[in-house]
């Protein structure tokens, strides 16, 4: 369980940001003008569903995002498959561990993750998944830069939380 903590933990930050950055103290106003939202028309969703929804989808977001903040998790994909990784003593698992053991903790920090979250997942993932749909949608730059913003926020928070915490 305690391996799994960062995970749980970082999965929480879209929702927590998310009532930050889209109250009215933030952007929550140019967003409900973006999209023709009224306080009358938001009223009536099904709260309970849909932060269970969102909480699941953050989860699974989790685990690409360690994938990319955390590079040692490269290593382990390179090796998981050759005969002998696990085994202890085997040259591949003596390997492994001699590099994990060098450099286990290079760039295992907070600000790592929180750059490679926000910026290369923000900018790089989530601007042109953003963008495609605006774009189809026909809505206009104003729309994807207020839901960009809380992505890189988002992504960078996230991406921080899971380098410097998730296991090695």
């Not at 967003?31 to 989808?57: C, P, Q």
């Not at 498959?81 to 492994?96: L, T």
Request: proline content about 4%.
């Amino acid at each position: 369980m305690a391996a799994a903590l960062p995970f749980l933990l970082a999965a929480l930050i879209p929702m927590v940001v998310g009532a930050l950055y889209y109250s009215p103290l933030l952007a929550g106003n140019a967003w409900m003008k973006v999209n023709g939202f009224t306080e009358e028309s938001l009223k009536g969703a099904n709260m309970a569903l849909i932060l269970i929804l969102s909480y699941v989808f953050a989860l699974m977001l989790t685990y690409p995002l360690w994938q990319l903040v955390v590079h040692q998790t490269g290593m382990t994909g390179v090796l998981a498959m050759q005969e002998g990784f696990g085994v202890p003593g085997s040259d591949v698992q003596n390997y492994y561990d001699n590099f994990i053991a060098t450099y286990g903790d290079l760039h295992r920090s907070f600000g790592h993750g929180a750059i490679h979250g926000g910026i290369i997942a923000g900018l790089f993932v989530a601007l042109p998944l953003i963008a495609i749909n605006a774009l189809f949608e026909r809505r206009g730059w104003k729309y994807i830069l207020i839901h960009l913003g809380y992505w890189v926020i988002t992504l960078g928070l996230m991406g921080g939380v899971l380098c410097q915490f998730a296991m090695r």
